[in-house]
């Protein structure tokens, strides 16, 4: 479906070992002529080094159509905010209402966010 509608690249920052996790997600999207990148992101410890590969992801991306995705996508709206805040230069309460829609990050994310 994805690449049907003209997405071009996976982003993944969910964890491989997750019992969720979609089985030889590489290799499907692979197979559907699309590329991938997997960024693994301990939910209990972002580190700003996962978000630096998730800014280099979407530079090489360049305006080719991405999917970014986790288990639960709270991952994916952090992320988002920040990328958009710090990257795109998004006023700062129009990201935050991206990602406060999906959630209100608390603790490391609260954090990893500020």
Sequence with gaps: M???IGVRWAVNLGLHSHEQAL?????TVARL???YVHIPVDFQTPRDENFQAFCGALAACGDEMVHVHSIINDRVSAFSYRYQRDVLGMDE???RLGM???WRPE???AAFVA
Excluded at 23 to 27: F, R, S, T, V
């Design 100 to 102: 406060e829609q999906i």
């Design 93 to 95: 309460n129009t990201a």
């Design 107 to 109: 603790g490391v994310w």
């Design 2 to 4: 994805l690449a049907r």
């Design 23 to 27: 089985p030889d997600e590489a290799g």
């Design 33 to 35: 002529d699309m590329r």
